[in-house]
């Protein structure tokens, strides 16, 4: 949980372009339900030019 939320503020500080362009964060979050039970998907990630990276947290 740590490292999720350190790489939150990482790239909210990238993104307001303080040395360059600006990285555009991302979050996804999910939640599913089905026969094996609910099911929960969060990802964060950035992107700046053609380069995305993004990190699956559950």
Do not use: H, Q, W, Y
């Not at 350190?6 to 362009?21: H, Q, R, S, T």
């Not at 089905?34 to 993004?54: C, D, F, L, R, W």
Request: proline share 5%; hydrophobic share 50%; glycine share 16%.
């Amino acid at each position: 949980m740590i490292r999720a939320l350190a790489f939150i503020g990482l790239v909210v500080l990238a993104a307001c372009g303080a040395d360059g362009e600006p990285i555009t964060p991302s979050l996804n979050a999910g939640l599913s339900v089905g026969s094996s039970g609910v099911n929960t998907n969060v990802s964060v990630g950035a992107k700046s030019g053609p380069v995305a990276i993004n990190i699956g947290l559950f």
